[in-house]
């Protein structure tokens, strides 16, 4: 098992540290959680510790943990020294190399990677001091997340926010697994979650599609070294790490966002888009009658089929097949009759498309491979490799 030590500077943003030791031991990581004084006055040491199941350290001058641990041991016993929210105090303190209290002693002492998630009002981000600060730790080899931007509780908007915790789980666990960077060079175009065709203002044709399987897949190859463009239908989930996203609505978007970020050295197209849309959009709500409106209906372009006849396809194209019966022998038809080189195929019938797990077979020209039934994020680490060794 992984562990990380969590440093929680003192700062409003310090609740969402909680969700984070939620999301960490959810996904089998350990945390041990040091409070700063600051961080004490937003969060408490029992709600961590209850979270964590660690003890939580708070203070330089406890005898007792002196002696049993200590500092110089607790800073090296983790395999990631993590700071969220990472203030501009301790920005500064850690880049002058400052050590008057346990956070910034372990700091100085610890000779593990270090991640910091930025928490602080825009004028502090935008500062020279801090953007010195940042510098200088980027150069000592620290990762300092850039933070996300949008309303704060001091009423003003920019870049500062805290990255929401599951973004900083995955710079986390691309932190403790680190790839072996075997795409370094490539480009790679993901799509992923569904397509939403609208019917009128208010109402429109969608499926199920999270979105989950083709962010973790994006955030894989990313974490392997390649640059990846995401074109991403309307889902709620935060940016991986080192992936540039595209937000799309509808399928004809989609379908322009995916030639516009060509050439590609493979195309991982796990959107499930929408077969069809409305003929016409009604410019006002359709509204109740006695008689069910009868829509008209016309088909999306297919993206996958139409990539795979383009002058500019991908030397890799991989397709996505959610089916709910025969599985393998749908998704080994859908191959030749979309003229891909993969298709990953999943059995959607329980609750793939809204959960953390999926069972998937890899169809090839060879044959079908099926693998156990995984978290998404580990299924995507091994489609990740097999991309790299077919590139």
């Not at 100085?108 to 990677?113: H, R």
């Not at 993206?303 to 890799?316: C, D, G, V, Y």
């Not at 996505?320 to 859908?334: I, L, M």
């Amino acid at each position: 098992m992984k562990r990380i030590l969590l440093i929680v500077g003192g700062g409003i943003a310090a609740y969402k540290a909680c969700e984070l030791v939620r999301l960490c031991r959810k996904a089998g990581i350990d945390v041990t959680c040091v409070l700063t004084e600051g961080g004490t006055h937003f969060v408490t040491p029992m709600t961590l510790a209850a979270l964590s199941e660690n003890q939580v350290y708070t203070t330089l001058w406890d005898l007792k943990d002196e002696a049993e641990m200590g500092h110089i041991q607790l800073s090296r016993n983790a395999d990631l020294v993590v700071i969220a929210p990472a203030t501009a105090d301790l920005l500064a303190r850690m880049a002058a190399g400052i050590a008057d209290d346990l956070a910034t002693t372990l700091l100085l002492a610890t000779d593990k990677p270090v991640l910091m998630a930025p928490a602080m009002n825009v004028r502090m981000w935008d500062h020279a001091a801090t953007r010195r600060n940042v510098a200088t730790l980027r150069g000592d080899g620290v990762t300092v997340m850039a933070p996300d931007e949008g309303p704060m509780a001091c009423g003003e908007y920019g870049p500062g926010r805290l990255p929401e915790p599951e973004a900083i789980l995955a710079a986390i666990e691309q932190a403790l697994h680190p790839a072996s960077h075997r795409l370094n060079g490539k480009h790679v175009l993901v799509t992923a979650g569904p397509t939403h065709e609208p019917i009128d203002p208010v109402r429109y044709i969608a499926n199920r599609s999270s979105g989950k399987q083709g962010f973790e897949i994006a955030a894989a190859l990313a974490a392997s070294g390649a640059r990846v463009t995401l074109v991403a239908g309307p889902v709620a989930l935060a940016t991986p790490p080192g992936v540039t996203r595209i937000d799309v609505e509808t399928a004809r978007e989609m379908a322009a966002a995916v030639d516009a970020a060509l050439p590609a050295d493979a195309a991982v197209m796990v959107a499930a888009v929408a077969d069809w849309r409305s003929e016409g959009m009604a410019d006002q709500k359709i509204k109740k009658d006695k008689a069910a409106p009868t829509l008209m209906l016309t088909e999306n372009p297919d993206i996958l089929a139409n990539l795979a006849k383009s002058a500019r396809r991908p030397a890799l194209l991989i397709g996505f097949a959610a089916e709910t019966e025969r599985v393998v022998e749908h998704a080994t038809a859908k191959r030749a009759r979309k003229g891909v080189d993969w298709i990953v195929a999943n059995d959607v019938s329980g609750d793939v498309m809204g959960g953390d797990a999926n069972k998937v077979h890899i169809v090839t020209a060879t044959g079908a491979e099926s693998w156990d039934r995984l978290p998404k994020r580990d299924v995507a680490r091994r489609l990740a490799d097999r991309i790299a060794d077919a590139l």
